[in-house]
């Protein structure tokens, strides 16, 4: 039974900063590289960061120099920090494995930039 639980998400000005984080259960969370993934209005779901089992990340090109994906293998947890926020990254962000297992999606949380 596997579950991922988001949480962090809220409102903030453009140009603030949020961290969030994945809870991560049931299954070997160690032998994955995992992911934080985000689905704007009228938008698809896009790829925003992985990080796989060496601490190694990879970040899409709307968000490289301005988000952080980290790790806890003992807490089972993946957190992303967002600075330099814009609009455009208003969003339900969701985490999964990388590549993403279709039915392990959980509900996510939403950021709203906005002033």
């Known amino acids: 039974q596997v579950q991922l639980v988001e949480s962090g998400g809220g409102l903030v000005q453009p140009g603030g900063s949020l961290r969030l984080s994945c809870s991560a259960s049931?299954?070997?969370?160690?032998?994955?590289?995992m992911g934080w993934y985000r689905q704007g209005p009228g938008k698809e779901r896009e790829f925003v960061a992985e990080?796989?089992?060496?601490?190694?990340?990879k970040y899409g090109d709307s968000v490289k120099g301005r988000f952080t994906i980290s790790r806890d293998f003992a807490k089972r947890t993946v957190d992303l920090q967002m600075n330099s926020l814009k609009p455009e990254d208003t969003a339900v962000y969701y985490c999964?494995?990388?590549?993403?297992?279709?039915?392990?999606w959980g509900q996510g949380t939403q950021v709203t930039v906005s002033s």
């Open positions: 049931g299954f070997i969370f160690s032998g994955l590289n």
């Open positions: 999964n494995s990388n590549p993403p297992v279709n039915h392990n």
């Open positions: 990080i796989d089992r060496f601490g190694v990340t």
